[in-house]
């Protein structure tokens, strides 16, 4: 049973640049979440996808936005990049209750130059 | 808002002792879900351990045990009998009650270190 898969696993982009990241999640799991992690530091809530809509926000700009699928994989989308957004990018998948733990995968890691 | 606070940035323990990781937060709400993760260098992170604070009860998980004070608003990790797949960074988190598990907010980890 494969656990939450991100691709890819590193990304150098140019500040100014767009990107792409992608998640599927456990299967069986319906609902995405991201999370940046800088160096050094807990990571950080992004937005939270289910059916296909966002659900819950974090405090990121508009730069920062995401797609859920049919069959509930995921996409982070970061526009008009910083120095700033180098970071580690976490997914994490659950399913339906809020007793369902997230699982996460190995990460995205980004470094913008 | 609330906050999670990790004022242990790295720790060292010898294999098969007992350490204890503290964590404090700060939240004005009665109900709410406090965890431990443990991130190894493969970067996932790893659930250690959870408590809802409607709970008395401290949680438990096999070697692994927490000290949950909500008057104090402290959340401790003890890891027993520490073991070298133990060393990682640890992460305490809190989340408000919503319909799914998701919008976590993470303290800055204690990396812990187990010597042989």
């Known amino acids: 049973d494969a656990g939450v898969t991100q691709s890819p696993t590193h990304l150098i982009k140019t500040r100014g640049q767009q990107v792409t990241l992608r998640c599927s999640p456990k299967?069986?799991?319906?609902?995405v979440s991201w999370y940046q992690q800088a160096l050094g530091q807990g990571p950080q809530f992004i937005f939270q996808?289910?059916?296909?809509?966002?659900?819950q926000r974090g405090n990121f700009p508009d730069r920062f936005s995401g797609h859920q699928f049919p069959n509930y994989s995921s996409e982070l989308n970061v526009n008009a990049l910083l120095l700033g957004d180098s970071a580690l990018y976490l997914c994490a998948s659950s399913f339906g209750t809020l007793n369902s733990p997230l699982h996460f995968g190995n990460g995205t890691r980004l470094t913008v130059t | 808002a609330q906050t999670v606070t990790q004022s242990q940035p790295e720790m060292s323990v010898q294999e098969a002792e007992t350490v204890t990781l503290s964590c404090t937060y700060d939240t004005s709400e009665s109900n709410y879900y406090l965890f431990w993760y443990k991130q190894p260098p493969s970067r996932q992170m790893i659930l250690v351990i959870r408590q809802e604070a409607y709970k008395q009860q401290n949680a438990t998980e096999n070697r692994f045990s927490v000290n949950f004070q909500k008057a104090a608003k402290s959340f401790s990790l003890k890891i027993s009998d520490s073991q070298l797949g133990d060393t990682a960074m640890y992460f305490c988190?809190?989340?408000?009650?919503?319909?799914?598990?998701?919008?976590?907010?993470f303290g800055k980890g204690t990396k812990l270190s187990v010597k042989p």
């Open positions: 299967s069986g799991h319906d609902t």
């Open positions: 996808y289910y059916e296909e809509e966002e659900r």
């Open positions: 988190a809190f989340m408000k009650p919503h319909v799914r598990q998701g919008n976590l907010i």
